[in-house]
């Protein structure tokens, strides 16, 4: 499909209340129409009310190197107090800080005790994606290193982490985080996603597909995501996110799972790019979540004018004004003999 095609399928024409609430709010008025086609108005306003409060960091402690408790109790002893993450109880949220040191630099983080998340929801597709599983991953689109420094650490350090990224400031990143946390079990490689099918000479079990989207999700940390994406630039998003989706499920094993995931709240870089690709294929599905961590919401499985595959109902869809935590979707696709 083409930039444009996609555009005009997706194009959202913003009504007088949206554009009023897009004053009130600093957003662009599109995106409050489609949060009211999504939500209604009374829960669009209580997602923009979430988007106001600042998110609290996570540490994920670094099993490999330390004990969770004993983490604990070294950062409190500096000042910080940590409330445990429930469903990953290896991680904890930074409730306050002390004046000094900062959560980044601790001589416990500098040791590569554990890593700082932005938020506990990033932690859910490593999860999601190797419960029950070893064996060697890929994530696709892996800097700087949260995902793939999780699973490496899920894999308790065994089988390898295959850690792409295109982006070179980035990939630096991620190096620094794998040598900070002595993680000897991932190869990092450097290549724009859509071409890894011809260049890995290996297909995956397991496939983590973290795309770069418009991080619509992610407003609470980013207000300049209040205006940053116009719909033209979405559909040049989408477009991009349709491809790198080809190209994993091209790597991916029969019976294997693909983690497909954006910090976006927006239908059009999830479901409707799921719906896309299964459309142009006959190989794949999605499945519904191996592990049920907390009460996540279901996926759309139509927005606006748009049908969805029935099966995109199986997604997870977290929000913030129901769930605490940065927006996130998730979906599992796994490929099929047919």
């Not at 489609?34 to 988007?51: H, I, P, S």
């Not at 969770?68 to 290896?90: H, N, T, V």
């Not at 709240?265 to 907390?294: C, G, H, M, Q, T």
């Not at 759309?300 to 595959?309: A, E, N, P």
Request: proline letters at 5%; charged letters at 25%; hydrophobic letters at 40%.
């Amino acid at each position: 499909m083409s930039n444009d095609e996609i555009y005009r399928e997706i194009f959202v024409e913003p009504g007088e209340l949206a554009k009023k609430i897009a004053g009130e709010y600093g957003y662009l008025p599109y995106m409050i129409q489609r949060y009211m086609y999504m939500l209604g108005v009374n829960d669009t306003y209580k997602l923009l009310e979430a988007f106001e409060k600042q998110v609290k960091p996570v540490i994920r402690t670094n099993t490999l190197l330390v004990e969770p408790r004993k983490l604990y109790s070294r950062l409190s002893d500096l000042g910080f107090i940590l409330e445990e993450i429930r469903w990953a109880p290896y991680s904890f949220r930074v409730i306050e800080s002390p004046d000094s040191p900062t959560i980044g630099s601790t001589h416990e983080y500098l040791k590569g005790y554990y890593y700082v998340h932005r938020d506990p929801a990033t932690l859910i597709p490593s999860i999601i994606l190797v419960h029950g599983f070893r064996g060697d991953v890929l994530d696709c689109c892996a800097a700087p290193g949260g995902k793939a420094t999780h699973i490496a650490q899920l894999l308790n350090g065994e089988y390898h982490v295959y850690a792409n990224d295109l982006v070179l400031y980035r990939l630096r990143a991620l190096i620094g985080h794998i040598l900070r946390m002595k993680l000897g079990n991932i190869i990092v490689t450097w290549s724009d996603a859509r071409k890894l099918p011809s260049l890995l000479n290996k297909r995956f079990e397991r496939i983590i597909l973290d795309v770069p989207c418009s991080g619509e999700g992610t407003i609470m940390i980013d207000k300049t995501r209040k205006t940053k994406t116009r719909q033209s630039d979405l559909a040049r998003m989408v477009k991009r996110e349709i491809e790198l989706l080809w190209s994993g499920l091209e790597l991916l094993e029969y019976d294997g799972l693909l983690v497909y995931t954006t910090c976006s709240i927006a239908p059009e870089e999830n479901e409707y790019v799921v719906s896309k690709v299964i459309e142009l294929r006959n190989d794949i599905e999605i499945v519904d979540p191996p592990v049920k961590l907390f009460n996540w919401s279901r996926g759309l499985t139509s927005f606006h004018r748009l049908k969805f595959v029935e099966t995109t109902s199986r997604c997870i869809r977290v929000w913030p004004h129901l769930h605490g935590m940065i927006g996130l979707t998730i979906c599992i696709i796994t490929k099929t003999r047919r």
